[in-house]
């Protein structure tokens, strides 16, 4: 609901139990005033707002005294040069080369239905109250965007910025959102790692100074940083505490950023990275940055967890897979690295069709000149010497077995030796005067240019009809460097970044309109671009390369902070695990990997006969248990490196039944066992748990948890359903 109040000129945008609070003041600056538990419409605020004189803070031209001082007001908005000493959320050099903006505001608009920002992945849904800011001296208009929901704890953010000045200006910053917190008495938590452990939760304690995260220079949203963090109360746990989250929906360079002032209170921001950005904007043209995403939850991070898990799924994922049971995959990758033929695969997609699993997908090396990772990009014709019946015969192999087929592509990438190299060597991101920056020693194709698009979504749509395939696996396998672009002139180079996003995402978009029911599975390097944009056009991601079950819970666990566990791809692979040489018992890499989107990627032909047998039984009980990785709600139980061992619980909406898995940590002797305590379920009703026949209520369960079974060994499997009890009449 969205609700204007004149007297206070107050607007109340209220979600499912959350408020977000602004007012125009007298001087028609934006001021926040409020985000967090719902508060009611009308409850006026200006008790708590005082505006005071302080030394050094500046006033604006027109203040009416020394109190009229942006640098201590909370805003919505704010921009550079008018004695606000934090950080702008807007940046722009007029032609003048004055870089001062003065944005009052003018008028508003409430849309009941959202007008989507046109080339970016949006939160679809909700009503917009859209605000116009005006500079008349510079002829800038600006709009910010508030998308609020009745059924979710979310405001969705954005802005435009209008060239009405009659030149051309420079846009060197501009956030998708910007608010000011009272105190910053707030640990921040953030997500952090590296390809193969990505998304590790870090804490720290807000301090004076700019806390930043960002991808800066990457390109992509990448492992180094998620475009998400939280910002807690010191006391704030995972069940319990106020939990804020902050997430863009954008998959290029991004920054997020907490500032403690000198008054100590904390300015949040966030957008495209301004790091090595600027946008030339002529006169007449709008810029709109990426949508951003402001959670609140006083039920802690797990609540924070959950309100992102709900918006995401109803509101941002293609609607068209939701509430569908996602595919049970077979990955070749693993099972085969480039090692393989045509009978390798028929045996591998027998094996697969024995195990009841859905969808047979060839990952990479099926194309010409692709038997390591050092060639093959960008020309994505079959290799015939690997498959003589091209990967049709593949493919109809795999529809005799019952299996869809699904295809792995590197789209963004070229190799050198490639026949589209050398026809048009200036059609990838690099500066002429020097050598390329190699990453996998490959280049990245100039998806700044429309021109490459069309011809990599030409030669995709060709390979995905004639083979049929109705599965791609979407990766990127480095990231960006040198960002130079040779289809755009000198002036338009630090564009670079936010228009190569853009060509990928409308080669998304236009591979979704031509096949509306190609289910996209997201990659880089593992989950190097798990974020909120690319989850518009792909369904899922692959969370990690590292599939060693006992890691792969810390990985998970990190991801959920922001993303749901339909969204995360995760697969059972071989033992010795490929990356960590550890072992880990079949049944506890299933458990781990149940929590997910699901699948296998190992040699299905190398397991011995009750492997396989155990395989087609995993598969049965993941069938089972979907519905609740569609869309139960996740309450994490237990963390890896916290608690050793690693436990999370799936829970129907209606609670009657509720799904508990993971994986114990290493085991040590002559320890009690261990206790889960189980969170998520109705205190009132009384549970059945199916493993070990205890019957026990919610709150018991809750309070002092189930004994686990005694550990024996290392990374045991955690594996648990609860029924509720039928309710006596
Ligand atoms: C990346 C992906 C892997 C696999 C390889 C293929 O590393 O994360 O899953 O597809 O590329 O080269």
């Not at 051309?168 to 790692?193: E, M």
């Not at 998400?228 to 929906?249: H, I, K, P, Q, S």
């Not at 205190?683 to 026949?693: C, L, P, S």
């Not at 709150?699 to 550990?711: D, E, I, Q, S, V």
């Amino acid at each position: 609901m969205i609700v204007y109040l004149e007297k206070t000129r107050t607007f109340y945008l209220q979600g499912k139990h959350v408020s977000y609070i602004f007012a125009v003041d007298a001087y028609g600056h934006l001021r926040h005033l409020y985000f967090g538990e719902q508060l009611a419409v009308g409850e006026d605020l200006s008790f708590c707002f005082r505006d005071e004189d302080k030394g050094f803070s500046g006033n604006f031209d027109g203040a009416k005294d020394r109190t009229a001082s942006l640098d201590t007001a909370f805003l919505e908005f704010p921009s550079a040069g008018m004695g606000d000493y934090r950080r702008p959320a807007l940046l722009v050099m007029t032609q003048d080369g004055a870089r001062q903006t003065d944005l009052r505001f003018s008028s508003f608009a409430v849309h009941r239905e959202k007008v989507p920002p046109e080339g970016l992945p949006h939160v679809r849904g909700g009503e917009t109250l859209e605000v116009m800011l005006r500079d008349d001296m510079y002829g800038l208009e600006l709009s910010l965007f508030y998308t609020v929901f009745d059924d979710q704890d979310a405001v969705v953010r954005s802005a435009k910025l209008v060239n009405r000045s009659g030149g051309d200006l420079r846009v060197q910053k501009i956030s998708s959102f910007s608010l000011d917190f009272p105190d910053a008495s707030y640990d921040t938590v953030c997500l952090y790692g590296r390809p193969c452990c990505e998304r590790m939760p870090v804490r720290e304690a807000c301090g004076p100074g700019i806390r930043e995260f960002s991808s800066a220079l990457r390109g992509s949203s990448s492992h180094y940083l998620n475009p998400f963090f939280a910002l807690v109360r010191r006391e704030t746990d995972e069940n319990a505490g106020d939990a804020y989250g902050f997430a863009l929906v954008y998959s290029g360079a991004f920054s997020l950023s907490a500032e403690m002032t000198s008054y100590g209170t904390l300015r949040v921001q966030g957008g495209i990275s301004d790091c090595d950005f600027s946008w030339l904007l002529k006169d007449g043209q709008s810029f709109r940055t990426p949508e951003a995403a402001l959670v609140f939850s006083c039920g802690g991070l797990g609540g924070m967890s959950r309100a992102f898990h709900a918006l995401w799924r109803e509101k941002l994922l293609p609607s068209r897979f939701s509430g569908k049971p996602r595919p049970v995959v077979v990955n070749s990758w693993e099972a085969a690295y480039f090692d393989f033929n045509a009978q390798k695969l028929f045996a591998l997609i027998d094996a697969a069709a024995e195990t009841g699993a859905d969808t047979f997908v060839l990952d990479d090396g099926w194309f010409e000149f692709r038997n390591n990772d050092c060639g093959g990009l960008g020309d994505w014709s079959a290799d015939r010497t690997k498959l003589p019946g091209g990967l049709e015969e593949i493919s109809a192999h795999c529809r005799e077995r019952g299996l869809a087929f699904g295809l792995w592509f590197e789209p963004e990438m070229v190799s050198e030796d490639s026949r589209l190299y050398r026809e048009h060597p200036d059609w990838c991101l690099k500066n002429p005067r020097r050598g390329p920056v190699r990453g996998r020693a490959q280049l990245v194709l100039d998806f700044c240019n429309p021109e490459v698009v069309a011809t990599v979504y030409d030669k995709m749509a060709r390979v995905i009809e004639s083979s049929g395939a109705t599965y791609v696996k979407w990766d990127m396998n480095r990231y960006l460097a040198d960002l130079y672009a040779p289809s755009l002139p000198p002036e338009r180079q630090q564009e670079v970044q936010h228009r190569y996003v853009l060509g990928v995402y409308s080669l998304a978009e236009r591979l979704t309109q031509r096949f509306p029911d190609l289910f996209m599975e997201g990659c880089s390097g593992g989950g190097g671009r798990f974020d909120a944009g690319m989850l518009f056009y792909f369904p899922q991601i692959w969370t990690s390369d590292n599939t060693d079950a006992s890691e792969r819970a810390e990985i998970q666990y990190g991801t959920s902070l922001c993303y749901p566990p339909v969204a995360m791809s995760a697969h059972v692979s071989a033992c010795p695990n490929h990356l960590t040489g550890r072992t880990t018992p079949l049944a506890s890499r299933y458990s781990v990997a149940s929590l997910c989107a699901f699948g296998y990627e190992l040699d299905l032909c190398a397991l011995s006969r009750e492997e396989r047998a155990a395989l087609a039984r995993q598969v049965a009980a993941y069938r089972e248990i979907e519905p609740l990785v569609q869309g139960g709600e996740l309450y994490r139980l237990a963390q890896m490196c916290r608690d050793g061992l690693y436990a999370a619980a799936l829970v129907s909406h209606d609670k009657t039944h509720a799904y508990v898995a993971g994986i114990t940590g290493q085991t040590n002797a002559n320890v009690l066992q261990k206790r889960l305590k189980i969170c998520g379920l109705d205190d009132a009703r009384r549970y059945r748990v199916r493993e070990t026949g205890t019957v026990a209520s919610g709150r018991a369960l809750r309070t002092m948890g189930l004994l686990l079974p005694p550990l024996r060994s290392d990374f045991m499997p955690v594996e648990l359903h609860l029924e509720a009890e039928p309710e006596k009449a």
